[in-house]
């Protein structure tokens, strides 16, 4: 019995393909009415939303500041699965490969619009997407019918033919013919088109193989450019990009005492004591950074407080701005990580703000939310205690850059960024512990988030090839608002070594530290560990970055030659 269903690979190939011409022109609209209602960036915000903690941990663990890349590939890699799936499905059983693909669509309208930052329009990409992926699948699902019709018709006259050549042949071999054959036909009398009678070229009536996958090949294609394109035109946006580069920071009030030259020891490979802009590690929930325009930003500090205070951006550079050095760091960073990075940051105390506001004795946290809805606890105290806990224009010495939090971000020193680091912050609420949560918090992180005393091995690598002879041992270490007074090494199981510490910025930073080693041939292991101004010294316990922060000690290994 001839099986009556399209060839299931050609199926497959339709499903993907109307799915990368939908997606496709779903980006493209996304670029042009608004970046963050992207169906690939709404999906896979809601994902990063309902992620269990061990999967953000792993994410973070495995590709670091490329986690967002990994978590679009992989969405990419799903949908491509599943489309390909739902061209069979509609082969198979019509029309449920067509619910299946209306259904991404209707996946990603809901989840562009329960954003916080969704517009009016975020709905029009995805339902778009949808819309044109069911409709191009039930197109080419039509052609694909057509061409199987025709196989099965094909099939079916050659099987007749072929019994009727047997049936005479049969007779042919019984009987005496009566009349003669008739003539072979000439080349022009035949359907050959060729001389010796050979097949001419396949009809194309929309039931050739050939066409079907022009047409396939085609739609995938226009999604693929279209899906560039909103990339390009994304990118290209330059209305808040041109109002950055124009901007001038007012010139700070007060100003960070000038970075000695003894703070950076400059040995190659160890870190730099101010980490360029562009170096700077970024982790946050957007996949699509947030496109803000100062002239529409403002900062609302409600709750637990005796005066509501809106702030605008005209209103926050008209304030008496200052200078401070404050590294920053990530809770995901393991022991030996480098999720964790030091700027020169102009901006204006909050404490001033929440002063303005008049917070009410029970308060003892607040609440910060950027403009896509993220959300960090900051205990009360960090943000009054005179440390310089500042909303922050500006990073060493220019606008902040789009990925790092422009026009507005937190920065406070002690803290991790998870509960203190809010980019593109547009609202403070003054409220309590016991009455809010945050994003991470609400994930099994713990609510404070001091940061922990840690070092690190700069120079050598971890497995790294050394001639023997002098070989400089070299590092950072850090305890943001509390400093580190000394660093200590230990080769093998040797003693502990006091390394030389280069003169530190301030307590709210990392300090450099090295160490000059007469290396001896063979495999050899190195450690490291800090002791804060206050005398604690770096725990050797190993903890996981989960939920407060890595410890341990920093080691690595070194061969030498």
């Known amino acids: 019995m001839v099986d009556s269903h399209p060839s299931y690979p050609l199926a497959a190939g339709a499903g993907v393909a109307s799915v990368v011409l939908g997606a496709g022109i779903g980006e493209l609209v996304a670029a042009v009415i608004d970046p963050t209602s992207s169906p690939f960036a709404a999906i896979g915000s809601a994902l990063i939303d309902f992620a269990p903690p061990w999967a953000k941990d792993a994410a973070i663990s495995l590709f670091g500041t490329n986690d967002k890349t990994a978590l679009l590939t992989g969405i990419a890699i799903v949908m491509l699965g599943l489309a390909a799936l739902a061209g069979v499905l509609e082969a198979r059983f019509p029309p449920w490969g067509r619910v299946v693909v209306f259904a991404f669509g209707l996946a990603g309208v809901v989840a562009a619009l329960t954003r916080a930052d969704a517009g009016l329009l975020a709905w029009l990409p995805s339902a778009l997407a949808g819309v044109i992926a069911g409709w191009v699948l039930g197109l080419l699902m039509i052609r694909l019918r057509r061409i199987r019709v025709a196989d099965t018709a094909t099939r079916s006259s050659s099987e007749r033919s072929e019994a009727n050549r047997t049936v005479a042949a049969t007779v042919g071999a019984t009987a005496i013919p009566t009349t003669p054959p008739p003539p072979a036909p000439r080349p022009e009398e035949g359907t050959g088109g060729a001389e010796g009678g050979s097949p001419g070229p396949e009809p194309d009536d929309g039931t050739s193989r050939r066409t079907f996958l022009i047409w396939t090949g085609g739609a995938a294609a226009i999604g693929i450019l279209a899906a560039v394109g909103g990339t390009l035109l994304r990118g290209g946006s330059r209305s808040v990009a041109a109002v950055r580069n124009a901007l001038k920071l007012p010139a700070p009030a007060k100003t960070a005492a000038p970075i000695p030259a003894s703070a950076d020891f400059r040995i190659p490979g160890l870190t730099p004591v101010i980490t360029p802009n562009a170096d700077f590690y970024r982790i946050d929930t957007a996949l699509i950074v947030p496109q803000v325009d100062p002239a529409n930003w403002k900062l609302r ?175 950072v270490a850090w305890q943001q608002h509390v400093g580190v007074s000394g660093v200590e090494v230990q080769i093998d199981n040797g003693p502990w070594q006091k390394a030389e510490l280069a003169t530190a910025i301030s307590d709210d930073t990392w300090v450099q530290w090295r160490l000059p080693w007469t290396a001896t041939s063979g495999s050899h292991t190195v450690r490291c560990r800090a002791t804060s101004a206050t005398g604690e010294q770096q725990t050797s316990t190993q903890a996981p970055p989960a939920p407060d922060g890595a410890s341990g000690w920093h080691q690595i290994a070194v061969s030498v030659s």
């Open 301 to 475: 500090i409600h709750g637990l407080v005796d005066n509501e205070v809106t702030l605008t951006w005209d209103e926050l550079l008209a304030l008496p701005l200052q200078e401070s050095a404050t590294t920053l760091t990530c809770v995901s960073n393991d022991v030996g990580g480098n999720l964790i990075s030091n700027a020169v940051w102009l901006g204006y105390p909050i404490r001033e703000l929440l002063s303005r506001a008049g917070v009410k004795s029970s308060a003892d946290m607040v609440l910060s939310t950027s403009i896509d809805g993220f959300t960090a606890s900051t205990p009360l105290e960090a943000l009054t205690d005179g440390r310089d806990a500042i909303l922050a224009v500006g990073m060493n010495g220019e606008p902040l850059p789009a990925e790092h939090g422009f026009p507005v971000r937190m920065v406070v020193p002690g803290l991790y960024g998870y509960v203190s680091a809010t980019k593109w912050v547009t609202d403070l609420e003054v409220t309590r512990f016991a009455d809010a949560s945050a994003y991470w918090t609400q994930r099994g992180w713990s609510e404070r988030g001091p940061i922990k005393l840690e070092s690190r091995i700069d120079v050598p690598r971890d497995g790294a090839s050394v001639n023997a002879g002098n070989v400089m041992l070299a590092g």
